[in-house]
């Protein structure tokens, strides 16, 4: 089984500041982990995904991730926030072939 | 790019009514899946299905249903709406291990 945790239901950075975007998970297989971007009134749109190989993920938009097996996290960054960031950021992770289960989301803001 | 098409975008019923939700990809994926969006309680899994009339449940199967006929089309059904479905509604297709792909969503109310 497999079940992922996000840190903090909302975040706010300044415009230009780091995003650092928490994601701790469980699973008993090796896990497939994803992060997924929701603009509002949209779907949910792929930004980076794990499976093996490299654990420093690179993604769309400037976001990055890195898998850490002993911490079980995939925490997600971006060295600097732009406006259009703004948007709610899913985790998810899978074992392989089953289906993908989410994390509750986290809403990013970012101020100018 | 994979297309994954939900027929309404916003959907207004009332209690008690059979409630249709369609869901096409253009694909040629063999598993598709129905999950629910809450406030605060991210995404939740109803039903998927590995290929055509087949079907699993997931977390939240009740009040439910699903069809499957063709490979490109799942549907959602809910038996006899009750206010508690009010939600919004996003279907996805996978092939093999690969990402989720999803459709804009369907934003459902049930008065």
Redesign the interface.
């Known amino acids: 089984a497999q079940s992922v945790t996000q840190l903090g ?1 909302h975040v706010s950075v300044s415009e230009g500041a780091l995003v650092l975007l928490r994601c701790n998970y469980s699973s008993s297989v090796p896990p ?1 982990l ?1 992060w ?1 971007v929701q603009y509002p ?6 930004l980076l ?1 794990y ?1 093996t190989g490299a654990t420093l993920v690179k993604g769309i938009n400037g976001f990055e991730a890195e898998f850490k097996k002993s911490e079980t996290s995939f925490h997600l960054t971006k060295p600097s926030a732009h406006m259009s960031d703004a948007a709610e950021y ?1 985790c998810a992770v ?1 074992g ?2 089953t ?7 986290t809403r990013l803001s970012v101020i100018a | 790019d994979v297309k ?1 098409t939900q027929s309404s ?1 916003y959907l207004v019923k009332r209690t008690g009514e059979k409630v249709f939700l369609e869901c096409v990809q253009d694909m040629d994926h063999e ?1 598709m ?1 129905w ?1 629910r969006q809450d406030p ?6 109803i039903y ?1 299905s590995y290929d055509v009339k087949m079907k699993e449940k ?1 977390d939240i199967p009740e009040g439910y249903s699903v069809s499957r006929e063709k490979k490109e089309r799942f549907s959602l059904i809910l038996e006899s709406a009750s206010t508690n479905q009010t939600s919004m509604y ?1 279907c ?1 297709t996978r092939y ?2 690969q ?7 369907t ?1 459902l109310s049930i008065l």
């Not at chain 2, 605060?40 to 899994?45: A, D, E, P, T, V």
């Open positions: 239901s497939y994803f997924y009134n949209q779907g949910l749109q792929l995904k499976t899913f899978s392989g072939n289906p993908l289960v989410f994390g509750k989301g | 994954v975008r598993n899946f999950y605060g309680l991210g995404l939740r899994l998927f997931g996003l996805a093999s291990n990402p989720q792909h999803f459709g804009d969503g934003r």
